[in-house]
């Protein structure tokens, strides 16, 4: 067994064992963590410091969001604009064609003098002759007359293919100006939540991470004492194996906003990866993964499914069963797995629906 595996399987042990301590009617039920009473001011002064880093870390995933978001629509865009390009340069090799056509009617015609059909039949020695020519050239005429109208239905083609290119060009430089100001955002924010953090002596760290995994046991506890966990039996389909066991494979990799693998990712980089290496492209970001994927009822959630967090979407993770889920969690820390009731749950996801 590999390394990642026995490191792996720990994890999820260790997600399974607080499952089964924190299980409503267990005589050894873990009680869910309570403030101290005698909490010094000090200690009140670090919660509300790990409030404030929590919510600059929660602004800075939703411009994350943004950020994704402007990026995915820029890729769109550079796509439409290659195939614009490309229907201009067919267009102008059309064009060039009708014209070279047009221009060798326009020679003929004039090699035929322009004489007016009816003294060309005055002086034809073969009436019969004339009548079959003339009916030739009415041919030639409605041949002409088709051609002029290509051309110019050709040449208001390229006209409109030239107009939405810089209308594409326009969105574009909009896009990349909303994506500068999604970054500026999210490094200042995750510039501050890392001062806060750096400005605590040691123990004060040590402390303050304390507190984030007291707050997500006592959010995990209270999700599972509902009685959620008997509702869910749900079993994977072999997609959802696959993108539970690419998730899996990331275990370990740091969180890197805006990173979509193979060394680094943020939450729905990971999930939208896991998901297209399961044979099934899903939507790039955690907001745009709710609004797009098929909602599924908690009772009915089956691994492989993504579980959608906070009001504004800003979050996901993939279940993975036994209550736990995979996820990138934020700047500091790796893709890990963690209580799907650890956060607030918006709604679940299903990709293959």
């Given at each position: 067994?590999?390394?990642?595996?026995?490191?792996?399987?720990?994890?999820?042990?260790?997600?399974?064992?607080?499952?089964?301590l924190a299980a409503p009617g267990l005589a050894h039920a873990a009680?869910?963590?309570?403030?101290?009473?005698?909490?010094?001011?000090?200690?009140?002064?670090?919660?509300?410091?790990?409030?404030?880093?929590?919510?600059?870390?929660?602004?800075?995933?939703?411009?994350?969001?943004?950020?994704?978001?402007?990026?995915?629509?820029?890729?769109?865009?550079?796509?439409?604009?290659?195939?614009?390009?490309?229907?201009?340069?067919?267009?102008?090799?059309?064009?060039?064609?009708?014209?070279?056509?047009?221009?060798?009617?326009?020679?003929?015609?004039?090699?035929?003098?322009?004489?007016?059909?009816?003294?060309?039949?005055?002086?034809?020695?073969?009436?019969?002759?004339?009548?079959?020519?003339?009916?030739?050239?009415?041919?030639?005429?409605?041949?002409?007359?088709?051609?002029?109208?290509?051309?110019?239905?050709?040449?208001?083609?390229?006209?409109?293919?030239?107009?939405d290119a810089s209308a594409k060009w326009k969105e574009l430089d909009?896009?990349?100006?909303?994506?500068?100001?999604?970054?500026?955002?999210?490094?200042?924010?995750?510039?501050?939540?890392?001062?806060?953090?750096?400005?605590?002596?040691?123990?004060?760290?040590?402390?303050?991470?304390?507190?984030?995994?007291?707050?997500?046991?006592?959010?995990?506890?209270?999700?599972?004492?509902?009685?959620?966990?008997?509702?869910?039996?749900?079993?994977?389909?072999?997609?959802?194996?696959?993108?539970?066991?690419?998730?899996?494979?990331?275990?370990?990799?740091?969180?890197?906003?805006?990173?979509?693998?193979?060394?680094?990712?943020?939450?729905?980089?990971?999930?939208?990866?896991?998901?297209?290496?399961?044979?099934?492209?899903?939507?790039?970001?955690?907001?745009?993964?709710?609004?797009?994927?098929?909602?599924?009822?908690?009772?009915?959630?089956?691994?492989?499914?993504?579980?959608?967090?906070?009001d504004d979407a800003s979050h996901v993770g993939m279940y993975i069963?036994?209550?736990?889920?995979?996820?990138?969690?934020?700047?500091?820390?790796?893709?890990?797995?963690?209580?799907?009731?650890?956060?607030?749950?918006?709604?679940?996801?299903?990709?293959?629906?």
């Amino acid at each position: 067994m590999s390394k990642r595996s026995t490191t792996t399987m720990a994890a999820v042990a260790l997600v399974c064992a607080v499952t089964v301590l924190a299980a409503p009617g267990l005589a050894h039920a873990a009680p869910a963590p309570t403030p101290s009473p005698s909490a010094t001011p000090k200690s009140k002064d670090l919660e509300a410091v790990r409030a404030k880093i929590d919510k600059l870390y929660h602004d800075a995933a939703v411009a994350t969001d943004e950020y994704n978001a402007a990026e995915e629509k820029a890729e769109k865009q550079s796509d439409a604009i290659v195939k614009l390009a490309q229907k201009i340069a067919d267009g102008q090799r059309r064009l060039d064609r009708l014209k070279s056509s047009a221009g060798a009617v326009a020679r003929e015609q004039y090699r035929n003098g322009g004489i007016p059909r009816e003294t060309q039949f005055l002086l034809s020695g073969d009436p019969q002759h004339f009548l079959d020519s003339a009916g030739r050239m009415y041919q030639g005429q409605q041949a002409t007359k088709n051609l002029l109208s290509q051309l110019a239905d050709t040449q208001d083609d390229l006209a409109r293919y030239a107009d939405d290119a810089s209308a594409k060009w326009k969105e574009l430089d909009a896009g990349a100006k909303e994506k500068a100001a999604a970054k500026k955002k999210i490094e200042r924010q995750i510039k501050e939540a890392q001062e806060l953090e750096n400005r605590l002596e040691k123990k004060e760290r040590e402390r303050l991470r304390k507190l984030e995994e007291q707050a997500e046991q006592q959010a995990q506890t209270a999700w599972l004492s509902s009685g959620v966990l008997k509702e869910i039996d749900g079993r994977a389909t072999p997609a959802g194996k696959k993108a539970v066991q690419f998730a899996t494979a990331q275990l370990g990799k740091p969180y890197v906003w805006g990173a979509e693998g193979p060394k680094s990712y943020d939450c729905s980089g990971l999930t939208s990866q896991a998901w297209a290496a399961a044979g099934h492209g899903i939507p790039r970001t955690s907001q745009e993964q709710w609004k797009q994927l098929k909602h599924i009822d908690i009772q009915d959630m089956r691994p492989g499914d993504l579980i959608i967090y906070h009001d504004d979407a800003s979050h996901v993770g993939m279940y993975i069963g036994d209550g736990a889920i995979i996820h990138a969690p934020r700047p500091g820390r790796t893709v890990t797995v963690a209580g799907a009731g650890s956060m607030a749950i918006l709604g679940v996801v299903r990709p293959d629906a």
